[in-house]
């Protein structure tokens, strides 16, 4: 992220983080965001998210959600919690969604 290019793109970059580098990186996030520029995350784990402005989510290379990123997330809690089906099968769950993209500026 030398000298803060306009676009960055991180692709899992926190897959073999300590805690300590992971807060770091999350500083460097919020400091891209701070500048203003336009940063693409690429993540399975979540911890990135929450600084993130808007929030794409593909499922088997599909778009499943995309919006900001509270209300996406909220969508992905409220479809992930089991529904309660009368008869033999008491609880099914809907099918898990993987968080791949997120951008802090549109």
């Not at 290019?5 to 701070?34: M, T």
């Not at 088997?60 to 089906?85: E, Y």
Request: net charge positive; aromatic share 2%; proline share 8%.
């Amino acid at each position: 992220m030398y000298r803060l290019p306009a676009l960055i793109v991180l692709d899992e970059p926190n897959s073999n983080l300590d805690e300590a580098g992971e807060q770091a990186l999350l500083a460097a996030v919020a400091k891209v965001r701070e500048a203003r520029r336009t940063l693409i995350l690429i993540t399975h784990k979540p911890a990135l998210l929450s600084g993130l402005e808007k929030l794409l989510v593909l499922q088997n290379g599909q778009l499943q959600a995309f919006g900001p990123t509270v209300r996406v997330l909220q969508d992905l809690q409220k479809a992930a919690r089991p529904a309660v089906v009368p008869g033999p099968t008491a609880l099914r769950s809907p099918a898990s969604v993987s968080m791949s993209y997120g951008t802090p500026r549109a």
